[in-house]
């Protein structure tokens, strides 16, 4: 995700940039919310080649050309005078000695677990980037958190005992919540309902000329397994669904609150709405209603 939002960035400053990606771009997302994303990015400008593998880096002068292999089709070559490579990061533990601290770790952290401490040495905690696992800025945080509980309250709180939300900084933005669709079918099957809301029918979305996106939820049997939201600012909208599924809220509770007017949040609610649709306004809703109304 970090390679396209640079590569935006960049595209819009004036360069020209291209995205090598060796398989889907954007490939933990939505698929249809990251393909609302990529189309954005190949308007404004930005050449990306899913599929590509980079085989060889070399430099001529001030040109730096990456040969690449494709699943299919022709190899490319892409020339250009900057290279960003962006996969990921790697923890530093130069200098620190931690075989001599008895701390097992590998590439990725030091190894820990649920509850954040070494699984060889109970005296030390790993947090954030260092424990080997989600690399986000609020994940350190929430093991703050956790570290605080457990050493100092006592308390029985681990790492995974919350879903961890994940943005997308592009423009438009994709959040991620839990499940994607396509997982919680594979595991569900036709069990799972998705209901919607497009920013085309949000009246905000419409005054502020800026009406791309949905609000997606994935839905089992009433609980809520996952979210997905592509559009304007909508980091600060998978927040509500995100207290819903921490706190062990389903989507009936999603429509039982009061949402300010007009506000993009309101898509949230109105996709909750989307999944009472049929209970609603179906024929056994009318018929209900209709014997209800024969009542004095």
């Known amino acids: 995700p970090i390679g396209m939002e640079m590569a935006q960035a960049f595209v819009r400053l004036g360069a020209k940039v291209t995205v090598i990606e060796m398989d889907k ?12 994303a990529i189309e954005t990015l190949r308007a404004e400008g930005v050449t990306i080649l899913e599929g590509y593998k980079a085989t060889k880096v070399e430099q001529e002068g001030q040109t730096i050309r990456i040969h690449t292999e494709p699943k299919d089709g022709a190899a490319w070559i892409v020339e250009g005078s900057h290279l960003l490579v ?4 790697q923890t530093v533990f130069d200098g620190m000695d931690l075989e001599k601290g008895d701390v097992d770790h590998d590439r990725k952290g ?25 690399q986000f800025t609020h994940i350190a945080g929430w093991h703050a958190s956790v570290f605080a509980r ?17 943005v997308t900084y592009t423009s438009p933005e994709i ?27 949000s009246d905000r979305a419409i005054a502020e000329a800026d009406t ?14 996952g979210a997905s939201i592509v559009g304007k600012d909508v980091g600060d909208l998978i927040q509500l669904v995100s207290v819903a599924m921490s706190n062990g809220l389903g ?24 999944h009472y649709a049929d209970v609603v306004f179906g024929k056994s809703a009318k018929r209900l209603v209709g014997l ?5």
């Not at 771009?25 to 609302?36: K, N, P, Q």
């Not at 962006?86 to 990061?89: C, K, N, S």
């Not at 396509?182 to 809301?197: C, V, W, Y």
């Open 86 to 89: 962006a996969v990921g990061r």
């Open 110 to 134: 030091i190894l820990v677990g649920d509850n954040l401490r070494s699984r060889s040495n109970r005296r030390v905690w790993a947090l954030g980037d260092a424990a080997g696992r989600e």
């Open 175 to 201: 959040a991620q919540l839990g499940l994607t669709e396509a997982e919680a079918r594979k595991q569900h099957g036709d069990e799972i309902t998705t209901p919607s809301f497009r920013f085309e029918e």
């Open 251 to 274: 989507v009936k509770e999603l429509t039982n609150f009061i949402s300010p007017y007009p506000t993009r949040a309101e898509g949230v609610k109105r996709a909750a709405n989307a």
């Open 212 to 225: 791309e996106g949905e609000v997606k939820l994935i839905v089992r049997k009433g609980k809520l397994l």
């Open 292 to 296: 209800l109304q024969r009542i004095p």
């Open 25 to 36: 771009a954007l490939g933990r997302s939505d698929r249809t919310h990251a393909e609302i």
């Open 150 to 166: 457990r050493a100092f309250f006592k308390q029985r709180t681990t790492a995974h005992s919350l879903p961890v939300p994940a």
